[in-house]
């Protein structure tokens, strides 16, 4: 939730930085994404305790730390529970949840559809690197086929990987794009677009791990990136489905692919209290009450 600022008391992007020191190896993408979400909190003058930063494990889940807003380091893939959880409690507060390929859509895969679906208003933003970082260098749902790992010496014989744009577009996702975390500019404009959007929002950050990952390095994630075609119509579902399954060979498009406005959850359910004539300054011994024979 933004607040009212001067230009005196406007928060610049390094007063949403935490003094915590970051450990991320020289070189990681990460510290693009971070620096690109400061920008984009500074840009929307997000407020320091109107803000809670969510992740679940793994190096990209660190980003919270590094950060001024309040924070929650939850259990490896289980950020989205939490971030429903304080977002459904305190329907004011801004919640940005962040985490890995491995935890969004390997163990944490099962929450999104629902929280896409629901259409619940936090933005999600993922590192994908195509691997396991902190756990040094596993294969991960969206490795390729094929792909070499510490625990797939003779490569994955995982058929085909997660696409994460496709599979939170079928879902039904109303804000979907993609960013690579070696092009600053676009990526802290996707951020603030997607924390500006009401419902939910998901950014699919390329962010590649100097240190473990061989294959999908930051100069191949270079020669590979691409804007979205300028006649891309991000609204039309069908347009966005095909622009993230059939990329131009060896491509990776960049870009908002698609974006919806429909009702929330908490837009749905103030209807549906009001339906039910719902008091909402109920004691909790009245509503004990209603139940009792
Ligand atoms: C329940 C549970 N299972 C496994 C782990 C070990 N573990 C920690 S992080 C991680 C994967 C991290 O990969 P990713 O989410 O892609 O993030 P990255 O480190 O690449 O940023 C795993 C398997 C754990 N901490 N908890
Ligand atoms: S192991 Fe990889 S993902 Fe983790 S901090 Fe190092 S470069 Fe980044």
Known sequence: ???????????????????????????????????????AFSQLQLGLDSTVCVSGIGCSSRLPYFLKTYGFHSVHGRSLPVAVGIKLGNPEMEVVVFGGDGDGFSIGGGHVPHV???????TYIIMDNHIYGLTKGQVSP?????????????????????????????????????????????????????????????????????????????????????PLPEDHDSSNLVQALDKSINPPAGKIYTGLFYKSERPSFLQNLAGINEKAGADKNASLESIIDEFKP
């Open 1 to 39: 939730m933004a607040t009212t600022t001067t230009s005196e008391t406007a928060l610049k992007p390094k007063d949403y930085k935490s003094p915590i020191r970051v450990v991320w190896c020289a070189g990681c993408g990460d510290y693009g994404v971070l620096s690109s979400v400061q920008k």
């Open 116 to 122: 896409v679906r629901k259409n619940i208003d936090i």
């Open 142 to 226: 969206t490795s390729g086929s094929g792909f070499v790992s510490v625990t797939t010496p003779y490569g994955s014989p995982d058929g085909q990987p997660v696409n994460p744009l496709s599979y939170v577009l079928t879902y039904g996702g109303s804000f979907v794009a993609q960013a690579f975390s070696g092009n600053p500019k676009e990526m802290a404009l996707i951020i603030e677009q997607a924390i500006a959007h009401k419902g939910f929002s998901f950014v699919n950050i390329i962010s590649p791990c100097l240190t473990f990952n061989k294959v999908d390095t930051l100069e191949v994630f270079k020669e590979a990136v691409i």
